[in-house]
Every structure is written in structure tokens, then in C-alpha cells.
């Protein structure tokens, strides 16, 4: 007992003679207190990107068009995919990971297991996430992203929300100069000039266009921004 009191005596000694040495100083409470808000305000920053990603993820797979796979001639494990929105759901469950990280990090996140962290912050997701889906939010991320962000369209499956993925058949724009319904031109989102031409085109029954109008096509791309239409639809 004694033993063990002079030891701890010893190590006392030994902390205060470094403190006294080194200049030790004590880490003041409020910097503990400002790390813990800072913490907390990181997740739920992080919950919000990853409601924000299980909206769009739900915005992909409702918006997803099978007819228009069907008609550019995609076999079922092709439909498949490009019905999947495999790069928001890495995205979002990255994100998650995350903000688990982030959570452990709190004064008392260590007694959370990460079983009950995640029911948790996907039910806060799909609460959010229907939310964003329903008032449109998913809908203008997809298009701020597409339009803004290069990587974006190359990451993520054909854009049939926006119409506009010419290498596999989509596109979309204002007419320009009309010769004949096979035979215009046309100026996509990125102010590219078409030269578009086609022998059987297919379009609605009641439908006509002319320069000025916006329209949407199915087709080919061709080289020197051409574009072989089989099928004009119009944009609403």
C-alpha cells in the first residue's frame, strides 16, 4: 500500500516537473466545448448530404424511362443498369460512413454501435430524401449537376431527365433553321449546331414544329455534329 502511494507520488512528481519544464498548458474548456458543436454541426451537414443523395437516388429509379430503353434497342441487363443509380448510391453510402466517423468523434457517439447509428440516420434520409424527391429539389440537383459538373454526366447513367446524352441516341434543343420536318438544324443545351436529317422519322399524329420550338429526338449520332433521327417528340 505504501509501495503503491510512492509510486503514485513519483508519477505526480514526474508529470508536475514536466509541466514546469516544457511549458505544458491546460487545454481551456471551451475549446472542448466549441470542438463538440463543431462536430455536431459537420453531421448534420453530412445527414443532409446523405438525405440529398437518397432523394436523388429515389428521382433516378422513379424517372428512369424502360419505353426509351426499349426503343433505343437496350437488352434487359442493360436496362437494368442504366436504371440502377449506382453513383448516387456509392455517394450516399460513402457519405453515411462519414458522418458515422464524424459521430464517434462526439463526447459520447462512442456509445452508439453502428448498427443503431444507421437505422437511425436512414430513416432521417428517407424522411428527408422523400421530401427533397417530392418538392423537385432531387429533380434541380440532377440538372445544376449535369449542366455545371463535366464529371457528372460521364458518372452517371444515361440522363433521360434532361434528354440530352447524344452517344446513346438522346437529344434535345431549339430548332434553328427548318427545311423540312428530316431535314433541320438544331442547338443543344451546350449551344452546339445539329445538322439533323432522317428518312422514316416517327412523330406524333397532331404534332408540328418549327424554328424556335424545342424538341426532343431519338436517334444516332453521326460525325461533324450530325444526328440520324428515327423518332421527334415534343419537349412537354
Do not use: C
Not at 14 to 25: A, E, N, P, S
Not at 130 to 145: E, T, W
Request: avoid cysteine; glycine fraction near 6%; charge should be positive.
Amino acid at each position: 500500500m505504501i509501495e503503491t502511494k510512492h509510486m503514485s507520488m513519483t508519477l505526480q512528481k514526474q508529470i508536475l516537473d514536466r509541466i514546469k519544464t516544457q511549458g505544458v498548458k491546460p487545454t481551456p474548456k471551451g475549446y472542448f466545448k466549441v470542438r463538440d458543436y463543431a462536430l455536431w454541426v459537420l453531421l448534420g451537414l453530412f445527414l443532409a448530404a446523405v438525405s440529398v443523395g437518397f432523394g436523388m437516388i429515389i428521382y433516378m429509379i422513379k424517372t428512369a424511362d424502360l419505353t426509351l430503353f426499349e426503343k433505343l434497342g437496350f437488352s434487359t441487363p442493360e436496362k437494368i443498369i442504366y436504371s440502377i443509380p449506382f453513383f448516387w448510391i456509392l455517394a450516399t453510402v460513402a457519405t453515411l460512413g462519414i458522418a458515422y466517423i464524424n459521430f464517434r468523434n462526439t463526447r459520447k457517439g462512442y456509445k452508439t454501435s453502428a448498427k443503431h447509428f444507421a437505422v437511425i440516420a436512414v430513416l432521417i434520409a428517407v424522411a428527408l430524401g422523400s421530401g427533397a424527391y417530392a418538392f423537385n429539389i432531387a429533380r434541380f440537383i440532377d440538372k445544376a449537376a449535369s449542366a455545371r459538373i463535366p464529371l457528372y454526366n460521364s458518372v452517371t447513367p444515361i440522363n433521360t431527365n434532361l434528354w440530352f446524352d447524344p452517344q446513346h441516341g438522346l437529344l434535345s434543343g431549339i430548332v434553328k433553321e427548318k427545311n423540312s420536318d428530316r431535314d433541320f438544324t438544331l442547338r443543344d443545351p451546350d449551344s452546339v449546331l445539329w445538322h439533323i436529317t432522317g428518312l422514316n422519322i416517327t412523330m406524333p399524329s397532331d404534332f408540328k414544329f418549327s424554328a424556335g420550338d424545342r424538341i426532343k429526338l431519338i436517334g444516332t449520332a453521326g460525325e461533324n455534329d450530325t444526328f440520324s433521327a428515327i423518332e421527334i417528340i415534343p419537349w412537354e
